[in-house]
């Protein structure tokens, strides 16, 4: 059982470029979150999805696009990278109950 | 949207207790959590209390809540130094979970 698994684990852009992170669940989950991790300030949420086809905006969602066209599946995209999306960035997905179970993270650094 | 705070640092003797604290703002949260993040690794999910209990224990692990205050904490009983690590805070509501800042515990050997 793998559990919630990002791709990839690491990743380094140039100003300008674009990039899709993947996020992929194999426990029949229907909410999926994406959040990005900076030093001091814990983890903010980026988009979220409550279920197939939907997508919701989080806290920090300027510079981010989102898509959950498959239920297990959740995908990130930053469409011109910039200096400041350098963080990393973690997936989590949650059933019925209130838990939710984290990626080993993607370590984004964009110069 | 909510707050959740916490102290950035805590450092405690191989043995001893550890007492991480948290303050929060969201009277109607349902759940708090209490989530451990190793170096170069993902959130693991340590315990969580429901808003209508007082504590929570969990072999080495105690939650209390007090409601009245809007206060968590999390501690550690006879800390090891594999307990080293971030650990976080954070409440349930609107269907999202809200993190504190993380405080990094160090054990001593």
């Known amino acids: 059982n793998a559990g919630v698994t990002q791709t990839p684990k690491f990743r380094v852009l140039k100003t300008g470029q674009s990039m899709t992170l993947l996020c992929a669940q194999d426990?029949?989950?229907?909410?999926m979150y994406w959040y990005r991790q900076d030093p001091g300030m814990g983890l903010r949420l980026i988009h979220y999805?409550?279920?197939?086809?939907?997508?919701a905006k989080g806290e920090v969602p300027d510079g981010y696009n989102v898509s959950r066209l498959k239920k297990q599946n959740f995908l990130l995209g930053l469409e011109s990278a910039a200096p400041s999306q350098t963080s990393v960035y973690f997936c989590?997905?949650?059933?019925?109950?209130?838990?939710?179970?984290f990626g080993p993270g993607t370590r984004l650094t964009v110069t | 949207g909510e707050d959740v705070e916490q102290s950035l640092f805590l450092s405690v003797r191989e043995g001893d207790s550890s007492v991480i604290n948290c303050t929060y703002t969201d009277s109607s949260s349902t759940y708090l959590y209490w989530y451990k993040q190793e170096p170069g690794a993902g959130l693991q999910l340590l315990t969580y209390i429901f808003s209508n209990m007082d504590m929570k224990q969990d072999q080495r692990l105690t939650v209390l809540l007090n409601k009245k205050d809007k206060h968590l904490s999390l501690r550690i009983a006879d800390t090891q130094t594999g307990d080293s690590a971030i650990y976080f805070c954070a409440e349930f509501g609107a269907n999202n979970l809200f993190f504190g800042t993380g405080t990094r515990l160090t054990v001593i050997p």
């Open positions: 426990m029949n989950h229907e909410y």
């Open positions: 989590a997905s949650r059933g019925s109950s209130y838990e939710q179970y």
């Open positions: 999805s409550v279920g197939e086809g939907t997508t």
